[in-house]
Structure formats: C-alpha cells, structure tokens
C-alpha cells in the first residue's frame, strides 16, 4: 500500500502562484509514476500533470506553459509549481501514484482545494 498527503492548497488571486505537496509513505517506489489530477464539482477528475512510464512528462493543454510538475529521487515527494493561476484552475487537487507494472495498484490522495478567485 501507498499513502499519499497532498498539502499547499489555499486561496490565491489571478496571476498568483502555489506550490502542491504531495508525501508519498508506505511501498513507494521507483516502479511508481506519480501526477496529480484535480477535479471540479460536477465534473469528471482530469488529468492535470503526471509523469509516463518512460519518466517523460504530460501535462493538460489548458496547464502547459503554466504548471511543472517534479518529483524527488526517491519519489517520497512530489511537487506541482502552479504559476499564472485563472479562476478555471479552481478544484481540489488530487495526486497519484501509478504503479507501472500492476494496474490494480492505484492510489490516490485525499485532495487539496485550489481556489482562485479575487
């Protein structure tokens, strides 16, 4: 199993920035490949940043140029720097560890809200 505690969520202005935290514990490993998604209410959870099985990167188009997405070598910690922030950026902010091999073994944060209002 794999725990995961996302922290960093808050309330932010337009064209403000934050940084998501996400503490992965438990059978973590280098077999898992992290991201975050985030989910608005009323509508389905989406992919925001995560990285593929081969370490590259995919990001949302509405994201890209705006969010990175990095993670430390042991993949205790991952981070998504959040720049430029629009009100449509506004969800609770979920992250994720996706084992390779077994895709059964699929795990998820409790979620951190992003507000981005005035």
């Known amino acids: 199993q794999v725990q995961l505690v996302e922290s960093g969520g808050g309330l932010v202005q337009p064209g403000g920035s934050l940084t998501l935290s996400c503490a992965a514990s438990g059978s973590i490993s280098a077999l898992h490949a992290m991201g975050w998604y985030r989910q608005a209410p009323g509508k389905q959870r989406e992919l925001v940043a995560a990285?593929?099985?081969?370490?590259?990167?995919n990001y949302a188009d509405s994201v890209k140029g705006r969010f990175t997405i990095s993670v430390d070598n042991a993949k205790f910690h991952t981070y998504l720097r959040m720049n430029n922030l629009k009100p449509e950026d506004t969800s609770v902010y979920y992250c994720?560890?996706?084992?390779?091999?077994?895709?059964?073994?699929?795990?998820w944060g409790q979620g951190t809200q992003v507000t981005v209002s005035s």
């Open positions: 990285f593929t099985n081969s370490g590259t990167t």
């Open positions: 994720n560890a996706r084992h390779m091999l077994i895709s059964s073994q699929n795990f």
